[in-house]
């Protein structure tokens, strides 16, 4: 196979995952389903990914020719984890097709980078300032009002790399604990709510957007999703096409993850978008016991070249992720009734640490 574009996998072919953590385990389990192989990659020896595939590479991504040697092995590369190296990528690129294509990588990597596109598309963001001093910070707090959250440009995740200003902080002694040059300051949303939208798009610009899913989150980490969000059906719907606009402007292939917040206004609640995930996204775990088609299976498909389903939610579902030591309770889920339990096989419990989910499908009322 060149490196054009147009996939078509057949069964028994190879799916190369960069990224090893949970949700390479879980696109290899779907890909498995279709039969389709998967060789995982990812420098981390513990990856929970690699429990349930046959070929893995443990390398570091500067490693040429790990890479090169990985990508001979497969019929299309894909990735679980945003921060992969862009020189990775490319070189990954140059020998097998890459999908969701490169230079999505670029656009969503950085959050400066990747508001300026929202904003581009005139679809709504916090209000936010690029930070490279304690001066910008100074003036950008002056500007946009406090308070404010102060956010690294690259590589935060969890809440991880952001600290929240409030009027009266010292912002020296706040940009010296951020201990980055380059930061973002977003005015802080008052939101009634956070939702989210799984879309997935196919090499033919086919969107298809699961049912928006509204998000609870503890300590920054997401804790709770529900499917659907209890939010009016014009809402959902301005929310859905915000991500399929997004995925199309992206020219995505696979299943991404838009991040919102629900604002109150004049004229109704209406969308901010506060992150794009270019990968499969934990808002979306419950399509799997909720969902005919779950969103790990919906990215197979996307970069296999394969048709998208039309998923057909099964009622109304909850998942709940288990942070760190919760998942020493699995006993318990594993005794209650209508209760879906997924491990991931992570050997070290740490605090914040996702270990697992819990899902519960009831009968829409
Ligand atoms: N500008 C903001 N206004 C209000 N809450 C915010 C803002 N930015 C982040 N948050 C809260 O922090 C959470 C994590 O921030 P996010 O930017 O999504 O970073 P990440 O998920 O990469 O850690 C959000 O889901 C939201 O609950
Ligand atoms: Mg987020």
Redesign the pocket.
């Known amino acids: 196979m060149t490196s054009s574009k147009q996939v078509a996998l057949k069964p028994g072919d190879t799916v190369g995952i960069l990224g090893g953590g949970q949700l390479g385990r879980m696109l290899a389990l779907a890909a498995a389903r279709l039969g389709l192989k998967c060789h995982v990659y990812a420098p981390d020896p513990d990856s929970p990914a690699f429990d349930v595939v046959q070929r893995a590479t443990c390398a570091e991504y500067a490693d040429i020719e790990a890479l090169e040697l990985f990508a001979s092995d497969v019929d299309v590369i894909t990735y679980e984890f945003e921060n992969i190296p862009t020189a990775t990528a490319m070189a990954l690129q140059a020998r097998r097709p890459v999908l969701p294509d490169t230079s999505v990588l670029g656009t969503t990597q950085d959050r400066l980078t990747e508001k300026d596109f929202v904003n581009s598309l005139s679809i709504g963001t ?1 209000g936010y300032a690029d930070i490279g001093s304690v001066e910008d910070l100074r003036c950008a707090a002056a500007a946009l009002g406090l308070p ?2 102060l ?1 690294t440009r690259r590589f ?5 790399g ?1 600290i929240m200003i409030r009027d009266g902080d010292d912002l020296e002694a706040v940009w010296a604990r951020l201990s980055t040059r380059s930061a973002i300051l ?4 008052p ?1 009634e709510r ?1 939702v989210s939208v799984i879309a997935a798009r196919s090499a033919t610009g086919e969107v298809v957007c699961y049912d928006v899913t509204e ?1 609870e ?1 503890q300590n ?1 980490i997401l804790k709770i999703s529900h499917a659907p969000a209890a939010i009016p059906p014009a809402l959902a719907a301005q929310a859905r096409e915000v991500a399929t606009r997004i995925a199309t402007e992206l020219k995505y292939v696979g299943v991404l993850g838009v ?1 919102m ?1 629900v604002v109150p206004g004049e004229n109704g609640p209406s969308v901010l978008v ?2 794009i995930a270019p990968r499969v996204h934990n808002s979306g775990h419950w399509t799997l016991d909720g969902a005919s088609v779950s969103q790990f299976e919906q990215h197979i498909r996307a970069i296999a070249g394969w048709p998208l389903a039309q998923p057909i939610r099964h009622g109304d579902v909850t998942m709940m992720n288990l942070i760190g030591d919760e998942v020493l309770d699995y006993g318990k889920y594993l005794a209650e009734p209508g209760v879906t339990l997924h491990l991931y096989g992570k050997e070290t419990v740490r605090p914040g640490r996702k270990m697992g989910h819990v899902t519960v499908v009831k009968p829409e009322e």
């Open positions: 916090a404010a959250v956010k935060g995740y969890d809440g991880k952001q977003e005015t802080f949303v939101f956070e998000n989150h920054h991040e917040f506060n992150e």
